[in-house]
C-alpha cells in the first residue's frame, strides 16, 4: 500500500490516493476531477471510493463532481456527516458568507473501522478535537492524519465541533497505539512529517 499527493487547493488542503495495486481510494478531494483522474490514469489505478478526514469545505471541494464521475461511495464519520449537508457547519459560510452543501456520504464510519482496499485494509482511527468526527486513516507504514496532527503543529479547536480538551486526548491515543514513531505522516495541509516528532511537538500546545 502506498500514497501519492493530488495537488493542492489554494487553502493548501492536500488530496491524496492510497494505492494498493490497481485499487485506489481517494481521501480528501480537494483537487480538481481532471487532476484526480489524471493522477490515478498515470497510476493505471481504479478508483473505488472517497474517503474524507473531517468534514470542512476545504476537503471536499470536489466531492460531488468526483462522485458524479466515477459513481462511486463517499466515507465520512459519523459525527461529521451532518456537515456535508450543512453550509454553516462545513464552514464554507464562514469563508464565503454564503452556503455551500454536498450531497449526503454513502456512508459512514466508526472508529477502527478497517476499509478493504485490494488485498490490504486501511484503518479508521477517530481523532476528535479539530472537529467531531475528525479520523487518521492508517495505510500500512503511513498515516494520513487530515486536520488532526501536522508536521509542527496541531488542528486549530475553534470552528464548529472543535475541542482543545478533546483533541488532546486524541493525541494521547495516538500515543498510546505503540506505532512506529518514524512512521510517515501526511497531513491535511503543510508537509509531511513523522509521527514521533509531530507527537513531541504537539506537547508544546497544551
Known amino acids: 500500500m502506498r500514497v501519492i499527493t493530488i495537488g493542492e487547493h489554494s487553502f493548501g488542503s492536500h488530496c491524496y490516493a492510497i494505492i494498493s495495486d490497481n485499487h ?10 481532471s487532476s484526480i483522474m489524471s493522477a490515478l490514469s498515470a497510476e493505471d489505478a481504479i478508483i473505488e471510493g472517497i474517503l474524507i478526514t473531517h468534514g470542512h469545505f476545504d476537503h471536499i471541494l470536489s466531492l460531488d463532481l468526483l462522485r458524479d464521475a466515477t459513481h462511486v461511495p463517499a466515507y465520512i464519520h459519523e459525527d461529521d456527516a451532518e456537515m456535508l449537508t450543512d453550509g454553516n457547519k462545513n464552514m464554507f459560510r464562514f469563508a464565503y458568507g454564503k452556503d455551500r452543501a454536498w450531497r449526503e456520504a454513502e456512508y459512514t464510519l466508526k472508529d477502527g473501522d478497517e476499509i478493504p482496499l485490494g488485498d490490504e485494509k486501511i484503518k479508521v482511527i477517530h481523532t476528535p478535537g479539530h472537529s467531531k468526527g475528525c479520523v487518521c486513516y492508517l495505510c500500512g507504514d503511513t498515516m494520513i492524519t487530515g486536520d488532526t496532527l501536522f508536521a509542527d503543529t ?48 504537539s506537547a508544546y500546545f497544551f
Open 24 to 33: 485506489a481510494m481517494i481521501v480528501d478531494p480537494s483537487a480538481s476531477v
Open 154 to 201: 496541531v488542528g486549530r479547536t475553534d470552528l464548529y465541533g472543535g475541542s482543545s480538551e478533546i483533541l488532546l486526548e486524541s493525541l494521547k491515543k495516538l500515543r498510546s497505539l505503540g506505532l512506529d514513531k518514524n512512521m510517515t505522516i501526511l497531513p491535511g495541509h503543510g508537509a509531511e512529517g513523522t509521527l514521533g516528532t509531530a507527537l513531541d511537538i
